[in-house]
Each structure stands twice: as structure tokens, then as C-alpha cells.
């Protein structure tokens, strides 16, 4: 693979998405380098998840193209694309653990790209392997729970299971869709810490959805901006003002202004410019 | 918003203005044809009721009959203590034996049915047409066609008959349980370069195992029921010595009802055991709501206290281990429960095979493939259309005849029997306790019916099944009345409703669909059970079916009746399913 450090890593080319009727994303185009961290961000419905999709294959665009690693992902067929998602892992809004599964079971699952064949229990894995597990189990600091079963941990100790599955296949790329929306603030900030720790001790790129704007700026190298399926920022972080976040969200619909008032709550502190204040649209 | 903005109009004007503006309510077409097909449906029990000659003259003839069997029999006996236990580890063996074969083949074809899971939209056809034909052939009949290529009595023929018409029903519920699973696990899986195979076992297996258990166990229950009939097609146990007995008059008689007391008791004991099993390996129980789905969920409930001590041990200090320590994993309560219970089951396995007394030299290899072949083609032999036809019109008679006769006993009993209708919990108990007699007995009911009743006839199998029925739709009934939200109860309560306003206001309503589709589940079970009726003794396709089965010239004559069997039961589906959606 060409990985060296000039080329980027991901590079989506005027990628348009449509289901049926609704579009979800629109001549999206943008690049992401080697080591890069990256946040996605905008309201729920912007096609933040729809473009994390897109990056490992679990969606094909309708036009353009995407490529990762050097691969362009909707040309794969189903034994590529499963070999790049083996370096490209990904954590969800839900976690997805099985919850009936052990924690070392369900972080062993993130080697069966790399395993021939279906695996049911621990013994089915190798224990090189279980080592292995137990070690990144032990990275995300939650060791100890390897044999619980997955229900039993709280919200943010599930996410780090997540997080130590993902680390599983020894990712080039991390994808994590809205990792933090489920969970309260303290552990929101323990996982996204957790996260960029590992980035950088990795040197993983890193592409994260969220619509928490406080955690977004504090956070990330780089700020992309979605609006209805369209890139409407992007741009490093440490030139970002809050004017220019404010953007993202400008525009609504007179029924997202509940949204965007909860938005206004969490920006509480910031100095709101711009026109989109909820009294103006509802006049 | 717009009302906010207009002026309330004046009080006098608003009551006509309102009806003029108010939208006027659309004719529900369908509406109205669902309550005319199902109008039609009782018409057409009541007239079967009426044409079966079900009167009291003949029901008390037929009492009168029976009287006089159990006046001239020999007092009730037991077969000696070794040969019952024999025979008891027969019977249970080989529905061991034949509900594990039908849980191993209902796997794939669950997996082909299920929409998160099926490959293509061609192998979910595939899929659900098995599951479908499967459900409609009775056991009784591949019995009865397999006993061709083996010895009278063996238990293989039983083993492989359970095995393969349990999978309609355990493909069905197996499929149910991977439609209700979560879909992110698998997306995980897939989204770290999974297999298809690899979502399955990893993802999907893990969620839908303890649904699974529960299917298999139900089923199991089912199976020992039917296996007393099974005899009566010349499979070895309980049910073969029943009949064997029943053979002799009258001397054999004390003996036959003294096994057929030995098989109600055993499908008594083991359906505790078996939700004892449910409760204990599975804490949950998501296929029912009665009794055992009550004790189950209150040991979830415990189950879940659990899971918050576990919860609050987590903010403790990690204790310092290493990753090799945690190499080996503890044995916790949970971890030797779990493998005790594996372990267990595994054995009852390997004693099952030792008591059904399996023995493959058995088969008569030369007459296996000519078997298969002596379906193909259909033909009607000697008869016509018309023959087969009349006899299913009897058949379905039979089914909607005691259909109507359940429904009515049902609808008083389930909603006694439901907690929110019924005037107090004792009454709840009692109809509850009567319900599970019920249930507990069906096919048992149905043999001794046909053995008493000399000739019977279908008014007696009408009322086996109408008996059989009440168990099963009263149970329905009475869960789809406690299903309804109690909030919504209360809000009617709270505007100052009767206890009767109270239950056509709340309850009904939303009780209906649900008494809906199970009645058409009724009749549907119910052509199956009057299709066996007939193979014993009755009359009906049942009759024609027995006469084809036993000789492998006619079996030409089976595939066309079962496919007429599987036709009606499919028509039945089809409105089943239409009458949900426009009541929905």
C-alpha cells in the first residue's frame, strides 16, 4: 500500500448519497491525513453517520467515490472490502456489545476479520489471541471485568470495551460514530480522552462524529462541518472561531429549533452572533 | 400554533360550526370486510355444529357409550414397575432425540428465513416454504409412511417424524427471535471484517440462544404430548403399549387407561421440569406470559438486582492483577451453573439415545429410496377430487365447528383468567389453574375419546378438540387482555367508568386483534388436529390419509392430500394475516 505520509489516508470525492427519496449527503469531498484527528460535526440528520459509513464500505455512494488505504471502497468486493475493515475499525453510538457474551469474548471479536471460520466461546480462540485481548482489555483499564458479561458494565465502561474490540484489529483508521452521545459528561470525557490517548500513542487517524460542540472544539485537530448532507466548514481547529461553528447550525427549520435551543444551552457561556437565535425564527 | 393565533369563536355558533368543519370520517372498507369474513367464519361453524349432527341427543349417546366401556372394563393397572420405567425412557428419549433433530435442522433454515440474516430473498422463500410444509404434513403421517422402511415399534421412524414437523414451528420462532435481535452487534462485526458466517455465531447466535432454549423446551412439552398418538402409528413407548392394550376388549382396557394416566402424569412432571429449566439456565422467558412466564420474569427481576450489585462494585479500587492471572477464568456461580446445566443436557442427550434403543440396522436400507419415490407423483388412486374434497370440507367442519365451541368457553374463562378482568385474584387463580389442566391434556383427551367412544365419530372429535382448545386459546385470551397497558386502564378508571365501561372501553379494543388472530390460529392448529383425529380412528382426509400411508402403492394418494392440507392451512395464514393488518 502506498502509506506513505504525504498521501492522505481517506480521501472522499464529490460523494452523493440518496435513500429514495431523501438525500442524505451531497457532492461531499474532503481529505484526511495520516495521523489526523477528525471531527464530524452538525445536528442529527446532517449525514455525519451516513459519510462514517461510507469509509468502511457499510454504505455505497450513490455518485462519486471514496477511497481508504489506498483502496477505493465501493469497488471492493466482499473479500477486499473485508480485508480493509480489518484496519479500519469503528465504535458506535450504541456500543453494539453482544450483551449475553463475556467482555474478552466480545472484544476477541474484533479479530474475526483476521480468523477463518466462525468462532462460539472463548476456547475457539487462540490464546495468543486472549492474551492479546486481555492487553487491550488492560489498556482501556478495565481488566478486571474480562469475564463479566458485557449488560452488566455501565454505559461508559461498555464504550471502552467498544474501544479495546476496535484496538482489537489493529486499526490503521479508528471511525467512531457519536461515541459519547449515550452517555453522561464524565464518562463522556473519560472515553474521548481514551480515545485521543490512543491516537496519538497509535498514531491512528481518527474520524468522529459529533454534535457536541464544546467537546468538538476542545478536542479535535480539525473541524469538518456537515448541514443537510453538505460540507459547510472545514477547517483546523485552532483557527476556529465560534462564529464559524455557529454556521453549521444556521438555516433551520422553524422545527429544529428545540434542537437548536438545546444547543443553545450547551454552548451556555458562548456569545451567540448571527441571526440564528430561536426568537427569530419563530417570528 | 394556528389556533394560538385565531380568536375562540362564539359559544352559541361553535357546536354547528365545529360539525361543519370537523373532517368526516372515511368508510373503512376494509373495516367493514374483515368483520364480514369474520361473521362469515362463525356462520360457518355454527352450520358445521349443526351438519356434524352435534346435538345433546347424540353427545349423551355418546356418554351413554362411554358409560357402559367403563362399566364392563377391568379396574385401572400399571404395567410392572421395570417395563414402565422401559417404556417411560423410551417415549421420553425418543422425543429428546426428535426435538433435538428439529432444533439442529430449524438452525439453517431459521437463518435463511429471517430478513437480518437471510443471504437472499430467494432462500427466505426457500425458508419459509419448508417451515410452512413442514408445520402442515402431520407427524402422524411420516410416521406412519417411515415405519415402511423400519421395524414395527422402532423408535426411528418417531425420532425422525418429530424431527422433521417440529421445524416448521421451531424455524418460525427461531426466525422471530433473530428478527427481534439487535442489529448492531452484527453491524460491529461485519464493520470489523466479519464474515457472514462469523456475524451469525458471534452476533447474532449469543443474543437469540436463550429465545432458542425456550422454543426447544416448548416444544419438547408438545412433543411428549404427541407422542402418545405417535404410538398409534406404530412407534415404540408409552403410546404403542397404549394402544397395544386398547386392542384387547375389555381386559385390555384397565391397562390402557392405566398408561394413558402414566403419560398424563409425565407430560405433567416435565413440563415443570422444563420451565424449571427455562427459569434456571435462561432467567427470562420471552415466548410466554402465563403462569411460568410470571415466576420466570420474577427471577429476572432478580437476575437484574444482581446486575445493579454488580453495577455499584465498580466504582471499587481495581484490585492489581495481570494479564496472565486473567488468563484463567473464575469459577463463578454463574460460570458452574451454566456448565453444570451444559454438561446435564449433554447427558440427557447420550441417556436418550441409550433409551430410545436406537439401532440403525433397523432400517431396511433397499426401502429407503423406493419410500421417498413412492410420493411422486400425486394421484387419487381409486377416488376423485370430489372424495378428497368432501373429506376436507368434513375436516374443516371439525376445526371451525370446535373452534366456535373454544372461543366461546374461552372468551369467559380467558377473561376470567386475565388479572385486569377478572373481579378478584382468586377467581384469576382458579381460571388459570383450570386452563393449564386443560392444555395439559389435549391429544390424551383425544385418545381415550377415540377408545371409549366406540366409533367415534366427529361430534366426539369435535368435542376433544374443542376441549384441547380451550386450554390454549383461554391461555391466549386471557395474556393478550393482561398485555393491555394498565395506564391506559387507569385513565378510563379515573373519568368514573365502571368496571364494565371499564373493559369495552380499555380492554376490548385493544384485546380484539390479538382474539382475532388467535382464533385463526385455532383453526389452523385445529385442521392439523382434525386431520390426526381422522388418522385414529375419525373421519374426514384423516381417514384417507390413514388408508394411504400404510401402503406404498397409495402414497401417491398422501402428497395430494397433504398438499390439499397445506393449501387450506395456508388460505387460513393468509386471511389470518389480512385480518391482522386491518384491525391493527
Redesign the interface.
Known amino acids: 500500500m502506498n502509506s506513505t505520509t504525504t498521501s492522505p489516508v481517506i480521501s472522499v470525492s464529490k460523494v452523493t448519497k440518496r435513500f429514495s427519496q431523501t438525500r442524505a449527503l451531497h457532492d461531499v469531498s474532503l481529505t484526511v491525513n495520516p495521523g489526523e484527528v477528525v471531527v464530524l460535526l452538525g445536528l442529527s440528520g446532517s449525514g455525519k453517520s451516513t459519510l462514517l459509513r461510507h469509509l468502511n464500505g457499510l454504505e455505497r455512494p450513490t455518485e462519486g467515490t471514496v477511497e481508504v488505504l489506498g483502496q477505493t471502497v465501493p469497488e471492493l468486493g466482499q473479500k477486499e472490502l473485508r480485508a480493509l475493515r480489518c484496519r479500519v475499525a469503528m465504535i458506535f453510538q450504541q456500543f453494539e456489545l453482544v450483551p449475553s457474551l463475556t467482555v474478552l469474548e466480545n472484544v476477541l471479536t474484533g479479530a474475526l476479520g483476521r480468523l477463518r471460520g466462525p468462532r462460539l466461546g472463548l476456547w475457539s480462540y487462540p490464546r495468543a489471541l486472549r492474551l492479546d485481548a486481555l492487553a487491550k482489555l488492560d489498556r482501556v483499564g478495565l481488566l478486571e471485568k474480562a469475564y463479566q458479561r458485557a449488560d452488566e458494565l455501565s454505559g461508559g465502561q461498555q464504550q471502552r470495551v467498544a474501544i479495546a474490540r476496535a484496538l482489537m484489529q489493529n486499526p490503521h483508521v479508528l471511525l467512531a460514530d457519536e461515541p459519547v452521545a449515550s452517555l453522561d459528561p464524565e464518562s463522556s470525557a473519560q472515553v474521548m480522552r481514551l480515545i485521543r490517548e490512543i491516537a496519538a500513542a497509535d498514531g491512528l487517524t481518527v474520524v468522529c462524529s459529533l454534535h457536541q460542540v464544546d467537546i468538538a472544539l476542545g478536542w479535535a485537530d480539525r473541524v469538518i462541518g456537515l448541514r443537510s448532507g453538505e460540507v459547510v466548514l472545514d477547517t483546523r481547529n485552532e483557527h476556529l472561531s465560534k462564529t464559524q461553528v455557529m454556521e453549521i447550525y444556521r438555516g433551520l427549520d422553524p422545527a429544529d429549533v428545540a434542537d437548536l435551543a438545546a444547543l443553545d444551552s450547551e454552548l451556555a457561556g458562548v456569545q451567540l452572533v448571527g441571526t440564528a437565535g430561536p426568537g427569530s425564527v419563530v417570528a | 400554533m394556528t389556533i394560538l393565533k385565531d380568536a375562540p369563536p362564539p359559544a352559541d355558533a361553535a357546536s354547528a360550526d365545529v360539525a361543519a368543519r370537523a373532517p368526516r370520517p372515511r368508510f373503512p372498507v376494509d373495516k367493514v370486510a374483515g368483520l364480514g369474513v369474520i361473521g362469515a367464519m362463525i356462520v360457518f361453524g355454527l352450520h358445521a355444529l349443526s351438519s356434524l349432527d352435534f346435538s345433546w341427543s347424540s353427545i349423551r349417546g355418546s356418554i351413554d357409550n362411554a358409560t357402559t366401556t367403563f362399566s364392563r372394563m377391568d379396574p385401572i393397572s400399571f404395567p410392572a414397575f421395570g417395563d414402565l420405567v422401559y417404556l417411560i425412557g423410551m417415549t421420553v428419549g425418543i422425543v429428546v432425540l426428535g426435538t433435538l433433530l428439529a432444533a439442529l435442522l430449524s438452525i439453517p433454515v431459521a437463518w435463511c428465513m429471517a430478513v437480518d440474516t437471510s443471504p437472499a430473498p430467494w432462500l427466505r422463500w426457500l425458508g419459509r416454504t419448508i417451515s410452512v410444509v413442514t408445520r402442515a404434513v402431520p407427524d402422524v403421517v411420516l410416521a406412519m409412511a417411515f415405519a415402511m422402511a423400519f421395524a414395527l415399534g422402532s423408535p426411528i421412524p418417531g425420532i425422525l417424524a418429530l424431527g422433521i414437523h417440529s421445524v416448521g414451528m421451531i424455524s418460525k420462532l427461531f426466525a422471530d427471535a433473530i428478527e427481534q435481535s439487535?442489529d448492531?452487534?452484527r453491524?460491529?462485526?461485519?464493520?470489523?471484517?466479519?464474515?457472514r458466517?462469523?456475524e451469525?455465531?458471534?452476533?447474532t447466535?449469543?443474543?437469540v440462544?436463550?429465545a432458542w432454549i425456550a422454543t426447544v423446551l416448548h416444544r419438547f412439552d408438545i412433543n411428549l404430548r404427541v407422542s402418545a398418538i405417535l404410538g398409534y402409528a406404530g412407534v415404540g413407548g408409552l403410546g404403542y403399549a397404549m394402544r397395544i392394550a386398547f386392542q384387547q376388549f375389555p381386559e385390555g382396557y384397565g391397562r390402557g387407561l392405566g398408561i394413558a394416566i402414566v403419560i398424563f402424569v409425565l407430560c405433567v412432571v416435565l413440563e415443570v421440569v422444563s420451565s424449571t429449566i427455562r427459569r434456571h439456565l435462561l432467567g427470562t422467558d420471552p415466548a410466554g406470559r402465563g403462569i411460568g412466564g410470571r415466576i420466570v420474569r420474577a427471577a429476572t427481576r432478580d437476575r437484574s438486582r444482581e446486575?445493579s450489585v454488580?453495577?455499584s462494585a465498580?466504582t471499587e479500587p481495581?484490585?492489581a492483577?495481570t494479564?496472565?492471572q486473567?488468563?484463567k477464568?473464575?469459577w463463578?456461580t454463574t460460570?458452574v451453573r451454566n456448565v453444570t446445566w451444559g454438561w446435564g443436557a449433554v447427558a440427557l442427550v447420550g441417556a436418550s439415545w441409550w433409551w430410545a434403543d436406537v439401532d440403525f440396522s433397523q432400517i431396511h436400507w433397499e426401502y429407503v429410496l423406493p419410500m421417498v419415490q413412492s410420493f411422486w407423483p400425486p394421484s387419487f388412486g381409486s377416488y376423485d377430487f370430489a372424495v378428497f374434497a368432501q373429506a376436507m370440507l368434513v375436516t374443516i367442519q371439525v376445526a371451525f365447528a370446535a373452534a366456535l365451541l373454544s372461543l366461546v368457553l374461552s372468551l369467559i374463562f380467558g377473561a376470567l383468567a386475565a388479572r385486569n378482568v377478572a373481579p378478584s385474584p382468586g377467581v384469576r387463580n382458579f381460571f388459570r389453574v383450570t386452563l393449564v389442566v386443560f392444555r395439559g391434556v389435549p391429544e390424551l383427551v383425544l385418545a381415550i375419546f377415540l377408545i371409549m367412544i366406540t366409533g367415534l365419530g366427529n361430534q366426539a372429535g369435535v368435542v376433544a378438540l374443542a376441549f384441547g382448545g380451550i386450554g390454549l386459546l383461554g391461555k391466549l385470551i386471557a395474556d393478550s387482555f393482561e398485555e393491555v397497558p394498565r395506564g391506559v386502564e387507569r385513565a378510563v378508571t379515573t373519568t368514573g367508568a365502571t368496571r364494565n365501561q371499564r373493559f369495552f372501553a380499555s380492554t376490548w379494543p385493544v384485546g380484539f386483534r390479538a382474539l382475532v388472530s388467535n382464533s385463526l390460529y385455532l383453526v389452523d392448529t385445529n385442521i392439523r388436529a382434525a386431520t390426526i383425529l381422522g388418522i385414529v380412528g375419525g373421519g374426514g382426509i384423516g381417514f384417507y390419509l390413514t388408508q394411504a400411508s400404510t401402503v406404498m402403492s397409495l402414497h401417491g394418494q398422501v402428497t395430494t392430500l397433504v398438499a390439499m392440507v397445506v393449501v387450506t392451512v395456508l388460505v387460513v395464514e393468509g386471511v389470518s394475516t389480512w385480518l391482522r393488518r386491518v384491525f391493527r
Open positions: 439487535d448492531g452487534p453491524r460491529a462485526v461485519r464493520a470489523a471484517g466479519g464474515s458466517a462469523q451469525f455465531w458471534s452476533a447466535f449469543p443474543q440462544l436463550p446486575a454488580h453495577e465498580i481495581a484490585r492483577v494479564v496472565d486473567m488468563l477464568r473464575p463463578t460460570r
